[in-house]
């Protein structure tokens, strides 16, 4: 059970390996569940944690992962849906965790990957670099259960929560800059319609 003692802040987050948060997500999926990566780096580790039908790798539609992963869970409200997003990709739009909230689907969850770069485009510094807090944005947004992962087992433990309670969530992961563990094959058609059957809505 994730700890219910005083609130985890960014600056005292542990700052993790992406890859292996991505790892360690895909190993307590036992229920085919869908998993939304938004772009670069995110989509990359999910597409080198294992080729699950379940996965959507978005290709080249930045910050639009939140909102795919709400319409899956609306689409699917008995499905568990994960969202994987950086933190570039969350300033982008940000007005999509005000509409998540509203809409309050109980499936969904969103991990968010706090790097404070934008990796992909050459490690420009982003807001949460200085001075923002994604996961405060996301809880004042109307997201109660929005929390800070203290560390790997933390992590576990709000990724547990996530698949046995009802959400929205969103748990905020402290990433390094390290390289991505592959690269997604960019085949957008062949994404999407592998993503359709595993969704159950193609055969």
């Excluded at 992961?173 to 319609?193: K, L, M, S």
Aim: hydrophobic share 45%.
């Amino acid at each position: 059970m994730a700890s219910r003692q005083s609130p985890v802040t960014r600056d005292i987050a542990k700052v993790m390996n992406r890859a292996d948060i991505t790892r360690r997500l895909v190993a307590r999926l036992e229920n085919e569940e869908a998993v939304v990566g938004g772009i670069g780096h995110t989509n990359f580790d999910l597409w080198a944690s294992g080729q699950r039908p379940q996965n959507f790798y978005m290709l080249g539609s930045m910050g639009l992962a939140p909102s795919i992963a709400l319409g899956v869970a609306i689409a699917q409200p008995q499905r568990r849906v994960f969202c994987l997003e950086g933190d570039g990709s969350m300033i982008m739009h940000l007005g999509s965790l005000g509409t998540i909230a509203m809409v309050a689907p109980r499936n969904l969850a969103i991990v968010l990957l706090d790097n404070g770069i934008y990796q992909i485009t050459g490690g420009q510094k982003t807001h949460t670099s200085h001075c923002t807090d994604l996961v405060g944005i996301a809880a004042a947004s109307g997201i109660a259960r929005a929390e800070w992962a203290r560390d790997e087992a933390h992590f576990e433990a709000w990724v547990d929560r996530a698949l046995a309670e009802d959400g929205p969530w969103l748990i905020g992961v402290r990433t390094d800059n390290a390289p991505p563990a592959g690269v997604t094959d960019r085949d957008p058609v062949r994404i999407r319609e592998r993503f359709m059957v595993g969704l159950g809505v193609r055969k």
